[in-house]
């Protein structure tokens, strides 16, 4: 998911304050096996910093059909007893999650978290740099940013995990449920690490009209009324780490969304799927 300015901004400004009282600690993405967000002893933090040059393809109609950019990549994992704020930017499934570990025990874990789901879009498409109103988009409404709120169970296995969750949007956006299922698995090799991953989720009927639907104040001569049901989407996830020095890491990866048809088939999607390509390095603190 794309950033504003002003998030930028502001997580930079907590970093640095962060910097000034540190301990240590491990991040990782909550959808792999080495994730250790879980219960600690007071507070613990840990943090990574570097840059990556992306491709991406978009569904939206009438954008470009790649985008490529230069972009930071910050990931943070502060922690205090069960309490746990992530935010991860190397791996392409990360992002923002607040949570709360409930139970930890027997390679079993049950936690509260909140995380962002389906980033935001308007008649200027995803971009938060674009400028200027899209043709094919000219006179739909704003699409904002969700935050959903529920529940995740997650078995952890040696280098392997599968995780359940299900958030409720509580942000006024499409007030609906989001149901995702990730199994990731984690293989080392001689200096390398190979990272992968596959998940479903499943979009409620008010979820998709809200994103992906077209009411009658939105209907155009090109643009037919769209009314959505249930959806659902299928991911698969690779990413490939190696240290080329003591704090340097190479970094990359592929992250590829495939769309079930009630998305596809919206007057404002282009195309039933989305790839993203990255390739970067890390500097490990």
Do not use: C
Not at 83 to 105: A, E, P, T, V
Not at 197 to 209: H, I, K, L, R, W
Not at 240 to 245: G, L, Q, R, V
């Amino acid at each position: 998911m794309k950033y504003t300015l002003l998030n930028r901004t502001l997580f930079s400004i907590v970093l640095f304050s962060l910097s000034l009282i540190a301990t240590s600690a491990q991040a990782s993405n909550r959808y792999y096996a080495d994730n250790t967000l879980e219960p600690t002893q007071g507070f613990a933090w840990d943090w990574s910093a570097g840059a990556s040059y992306f491709v991406e393809d978009t569904y939206l109609v009438g954008t470009n059909a790649y985008d490529t950019d230069l972009e930071l990549d910050l990931s943070l994992a502060v922690s205090y007893d069960r309490f746990y704020l992530d935010f991860d930017h190397n791996q392409l499934s990360g992002g923002l999650i607040i949570g709360y570990s409930i139970i930890d025990k027997y390679d079993w874990g049950l936690d509260i978290l909140g995380t962002n789901t389906q980033a935001g879009f308007d008649e200027k498409g995803l971009g938060f740099y674009n400028s200027g109103v899209i043709a094919e988009l000219d006179g739909i409404k704003s699409r904002r940013y969700d935050f959903g709120v529920g529940l995740r169970l997650t078995r952890r296995f040696e280098n392997s995990q599968i995780s359940f969750e299900y958030l409720y949007d509580v942000s006024g956006a499409h007030n609906s449920w989001v149901v995702n299922t990730f199994f990731s698995q984690i293989l080392p090799w001689r200096n390398w690490e190979f990272r992968s991953g596959v998940g479903v989720s499943a979009y409620s009927a008010d979820f998709t009209n809200y994103y992906f639907g077209i009411d009658q104040e939105e209907v155009a001569e090109n643009r037919p009324f769209y009314d959505a049901h249930t959806s659902t989407s299928l991911i698969f996830e690779f990413h490939a780490e190696y240290p080329i020095s003591q704090d340097w890491v190479f970094l990359a990866g592929f992250l590829s969304t495939w769309f079930s048809a009630e998305i596809d088939d919206s007057p404002i999607i282009s195309q039933g799927y989305q790839h993203k390509a990255k390739v970067g390095l890390r500097y490990v603190f």
